[in-house]
């Protein structure tokens, strides 16, 4: 143990000016860890300062390291457990307990007892040793500065002798001394003995010299003690006076006591007083109500501009004084139970005034604006309703705060706002969409008249007229609409003169004119709903104080609960809802008011696709349009959504637009005794296709209509060859040559993109056919003769020279003599003739192909004469 306790002064504490005084080996209790030492320390400069240290030897060497400290002075009790028996263990009470074993009961006293013994010199008896044997706990001897050497009063005295025995070093000054000492005398190192012996004989001088000064000095000594004694005189003198003093101070200190304490109550008692005031304007200044807002509360003027702007004031003053943050205790006091019973009073009263002028408000303007529904049933315009708007939009804010304080109030007023409006919108719509019917399908004024008239009414009268067969008229009403007789035979020239009595103008120009009105039509429906939906979303957003967030782009979100009537979701009454729920809500709303518009908008398109179903390419054009545009707006409003289910609508109609044509193509049946020349829908697909190129002309979905093309194309192709392979009477290479010539002229001059593949491929079949037919009509004026050069040349062909084909008797000059004879140039010319008029009767008048089939013919009979010169 000494050599470790000589190894950790060494290491650990000289470097920090400390000194080592005890060690014990100890390992915490109740753990199994490596052990470590507790060591008593004490600096070697002044203040001293008084230290356990606790040490641990390295995992990685053989060296100490210092891992925590604890001053003495924050010791409080030292635990020896058991004073009687010998334990290892005990406990250091510092800021918390710990708890150590020692190795051996004695080094655990040890360490102990020079605790005790630091703490008497250095703490004066501040720590308290419990379960500690008496025999440890031993007096330290009063010592004084003047008996302990100098070095000695470092050191704990009394019973450590390994601490006094242990070498001490000399300071600076001591070492300078000697030095000088020994300077002064030459055999200081030469000779200890006589250095020794001249310090011995010089300390002699000095003492005589000192007991001679004491023995001169008596005198003054005997002065310096007389002044003392009158010197204690005096202070006897002036403590009498003192004490005097302080009796007549100690009554003055009882008056200012009680005056301390009578003015800290004084002031305590201010204090309160302040608070308590400061309290009262508190309550005060929040929680009073103005008489004038009071009695607008209860009796103002709901009607007036001026009465609404009372009340909105009213109101906010009154919210204000209900959300204010009363402070702790506030809601104890009666007086404040009471003016916030009145508030929720007041706030009761008005919300049901409000509620039920609102309701009020909403039945009156709702039969105003019936009234106006006469003058807009002959024209095809919607009524107006910015006025209803603009007075309902004075009590936005008094909803606002309905809305915050009553939601159930609220959420009343936004469902009977929408019974009311959605019945006055549906008999608008739906006379505006009569209007529109009418005018589609061009009846008089008379029958204009039947509109205006209740739908029944009118239903009967129609009925009864179409009866006795004296009007060949429509009227708008849906029950006559429907029994429109239309032709399956995909005429719909025919079906254009029997719908509409336009005079003396020709098939043509009703397709035009009935398409270009019913466009005009179609687009101003769509131009008036458009407006009317964006100014009722726009109103219900500022009346009842909803937020209106555009959606992300590109997102198309379908109408849900078409019919309206349901929210879409569910809440509690009297919790308003988060954003995105409020704009589900203006959604909602929207569809249940306008929740006719689709219909109408569906029964609509079926007209116009009854009446010609070409009409669907003009609405699939104008619905795109419109639901691009309401998209860029918001892709998740009510107006995008309905607009997109119809645009669905139109584009299902125009597929079975496309699937007719095309099955109309596969029904066509030719005439047995006429020729066939231009087929109907060859003829029918150039219509579509310059109707269509003017319709799409910058349109948004183009990509609908090339797709239209690509089938119809298709199966253009297909039927052509079906129908010139079913043709009797004329041949299958003319059918095939006019109507592909016909396809590639109407590519041609139409210049669709997207079909250039095909106009090459028309191109190909017309050139092809046009030289088989050629060839095939050719053949048969000349036939013999064709037959002796095909004869000759199919001898080449397997090898026989030319000049030895003449030496056959099949083959030579003679047989050539006799077929030449056979064509004399009459005969030639003569089935020439018979050839052109053949030509003649197989083409068509309508594609004028003669001149160009006989040109080839005639370019074909030279190079064919040429040959046969040749072989």
């Known amino acids: 143990m000494t050599a470790i306790k000589h190894a950790l002064q060494r290491d650990i504490f000289t470097p920090n000016d400390e000194r080592l005084l005890s060690i014990v080996n100890v390992c915490k209790a109740g753990k199994k860890k490596k052990n470590c030492f507790l060591c008593a320390t004490v600096t070697t400069e002044r203040p001293v300062q008084v230290k356990v240290v606790k040490v ?191 009796e007549m101070l ?101 919300a049901r005034r409000l509620a039920s002028h609102l309701n009020n408000v909403f039945v009156q303007q709702g039969h105003d604006q019936s009234s106006t529904l006469a003058q807009h049933s002959i024209e095809l315009t919607l009524p107006n309703h910015h006025p209803f708007h603009r007075d309902l939009l004075r009590y936005a804010k008094l909803m ?79 029950s006559s609409l429907n029994k429109l007789s239309v032709q399956s035979s995909g005429n719909r020239r025919s079906q254009s003169s029997s719908l509409l009595d336009m005079g003396n103008m020709s098939a043509s120009d009703l397709d035009v004119a009935d398409r270009t009105k019913f466009d005009k039509i179609f687009e101003q429906v769509l131009s008036e709903l458009e407006p009317l939906c964006l100014a009722e979303q726009d109103f219900i957003g500022k009346l009842f104080k909803l937020q209106q967030h555009p959606s992300v782009p590109g997102m198309m979100t379908e109408a849900e609960d078409l019919d309206g009537g349901t929210l879409s979701r569910q809440h509690n009454s009297g919790t308003p809802l988060p954003v995105s729920s409020e704009k589900d809500m203006i959604r909602q709303m929207m569809i249940k008011i306008f929740r006719c518009i689709e219909p109408e908008l569906n029964n609509l398109i079926a007209l116009g696709d009854k009446i010609d179903s070409f009409n669907s390419l003009y609405m699939l054009v104008k619905m795109s349009h419109h639901v691009w545009t309401a998209q860029n707006v918001d892709p998740a409003s009510f107006l995008s959504t309905t607009l997109g289910n119809v645009l669905v609508t139109v584009k299902r109609n125009f597929d079975k637009c496309i699937s007719n044509q095309i099955r109309q193509m596969e029904e066509v049946k030719i005439s047995k005794k006429s020729k066939v020349g231009i087929l109907p829908f060859v003829a029918e697909f150039e219509e579509f296709a310059g109707l269509a190129e003017s319709i799409f002309k910058n349109a948004e979905r183009r990509g609908d209509l090339d797709k239209a093309y690509t089938k119809l ?113 009459k005969e030639v010319k003569k089935g020439l003739d018979n050839l052109y008029k053949k030509v003649d009767k197989h083409l068509c008048e309508e594609e004028n192909l003669l001149q160009v089939v006989w040109h080839s013919m005639q370019d074909e009979f030279i190079r064919q004469y040429k040959h046969f010169e040749g072989l």
């Not at 109030?409 to 608008?428: A, F, P, Q, V, W």
């Not at 079909?755 to 050139?767: I, R």
């Not at 037959?787 to 050539?816: C, D, M, P, T, W």
């Open 56 to 246: 641990k030897k390295s995992d990685k060497g053989d060296f100490y390291k210092r891992q925590a400290a604890w001053a003495l002075r924050d010791l409080a009790v030292v635990d020896a457990k058991d004073a009687a028996k010998e334990n290892p263990e005990f406990d250091l009470h510092f800021e918390k307990i710990y708890k150590w074993v020692a190795s051996s009961t004695a080094e655990k006293n040890a360490f102990i007892s020079c605790i005790w013994k630091l703490n008497q010199r250095y703490l004066r008896k501040k720590i308290d040793f419990v379960n500690v044997s008496s025999q440890l706990l031993e007096e330290l001897p009063k010592v004084t500065e003047e008996s302990v050497p100098s070095g000695e009063n470092q050191s704990v005295t009394g019973g450590d002798e390994e601490a006094v025995d242990e070498y001490q070093e000399l300071n600076a000054r001591e070492e300078q001394d000697i030095e000088i000492m020994m300077g002064g005398c030459e055999c200081a190192i030469s000779n200890a003995e006589a250095f020794a012996e001249k310090l011995s004989r010089e300390l002699q001088v000095l003492d005589g010299a000192n007991i001679q000064s004491i023995m001169a000095s008596e005198k003054q000594v005997n002065t310096l003690m007389k002044l003392l004694d009158e010197a204690l005189d005096e202070v006897d003198q002036i403590e009498v006076k003192l004490s005097s003093y302080e």
């Open 713 to 825: 194309i298709r199966g253009v192709f297909v039927n052509v060859e079906k129908v010139a392979n079913e043709s009797q009477k004329t041949p299958r290479d003319v059918v095939m040559m006019e109507n592909f010539h016909h396809i590639f002229a109407t590519l041609s001059r139409l210049k669709i993109s997207c079909l250039e593949a095909e106009k090459k491929e028309a191109k190909q079949k017309y050139t092809d056919h046009l030289q088989s037919y050629v060839i095939y009509s050719l053949g048969q004026p000349l036939e013999k003769l064709n037959h002796f050069f095909e004869g000759v040349e199919a001898r080449v062909a397997q090898g026989i020279r030319e000049e030895e084909v003449s030496y056959q008797l099949a083959f030579n000059k003679q047989e050539l003599r006799k077929v030449i004879r056979e064509y004399p140039g």
């Open 250 to 350: 100690q009554s003055v200190k009882e008056q200012m006591d009680q005056i301390s304490e009578s003015n800290h109550l004084i002031h305590l008692s201010n204090t309160n007083n302040v608070k308590l005031l400061s309290e009262i304007e508190f309550l005060v200044n929040h929680l009073d109500l103005a008489k004038g807002h009071i009695k607008a509360l209860q009796e103002g003027d709901l009607a007036s501009s001026r009465g609404i702007e009372a009340c909105t004031n009213a109101a906010d003053a009154l919210l204000q004084c209900m959300n204010v943050a009363l402070r702790p205790g506030h809601d104890l006091l009666l007086a404040v139970k009471q003016q916030q019973q009145r508030f929720s009073d007041l706030r009761e009263h008005f």
């Open 400 to 478: 606002e705060w309905l809305k915050s304080t009553d939601y159930g109030k609220y959420e009343g007023l936004t469902k009977n706002y929408m019974d009311y409006i959605s019945r006055l919108y549906e008999r608008e719509i739906k006379d505006f969409f009569e209007v529109a019917k009418i005018k589609m399908t061009g009846t008089t004024k008379e029958s204009k008249k039947f509109a205006t008239l209740p739908r029944k009414e009118s239903a009967v009268k129609q009925e009864t007229e179409s009866l006795h067969g004296s009007s060949g008229k429509l009227t708008g009403s849906t």
